[in-house]
């Protein structure tokens, strides 16, 4: 059974953005096929929690690849957008400096597909953080569907 939403996405305004692309560059390394971040909907500091966005695009490098005929986001680039959702929140709102690479990935499910043309929610929330270290709950969501959750550990590299 799915765990319960870290956060009411009825709450906000889903079209509506307060950073996109070029202003998510300073504080996320990754850039060009590896940028999973699109976009930042929501954030709330006083709860540590971010709500981003990936848009699956059809010109995207793991369409033609995984799953011929039947193209599906893979699996493992939900857990790098909430990877990157978390330290962007890090790096934006705690302000840790350097960089952030995530170290473990626990409690993954995968609960439904993403294909090119959807957009992939992703809520991160906060647990625990320090000057170095953070670990966050992740859940992905497509038309209001959760997809994906994890727990995600990160520091400071």
């Not at 590896?34 to 929501?42: E, G, K, Y």
């Not at 690849?65 to 939900?78: E, K, Q, T």
Request: proline fraction near 6%.
């Amino acid at each position: 059974m799915a765990s319960e939403p870290l956060f009411d996405l009825g709450s906000i305004d889903l079209s509506k953005s307060i950073m996109r692309g070029a202003e998510i560059d300073p504080y996320l390394p990754q850039c060009g096929d590896m940028r999973m971040l699109d976009r930042v909907i929501h954030c709330e500091e006083p709860l540590d929690l971010l709500v981003g966005a990936k848009l699956a695009r059809a010109d995207e490098f793991w369409v033609p690849g995984h799953i011929p005929g039947r193209p599906l986001f893979p699996g493992v680039l939900m857990i790098e957008t909430a990877a990157q959702a978390s330290s962007f929140y890090m790096k934006r709102y705690v302000g840790i400096e350097g960089f952030l690479g995530f170290i473990r990935c626990t409690d993954v499910s995968f609960r439904g597909q993403v294909v090119p043309g959807e957009e992939f929610i992703v809520i991160s929330k906060l647990t625990a953080r320090n000057a170095r270290r953070f670990v966050s709950l992740n859940q992905g969501f497509v038309k209001g569907k959760m997809v994906f959750e994890a727990q995600i550990t990160g520091m400071t590299l």
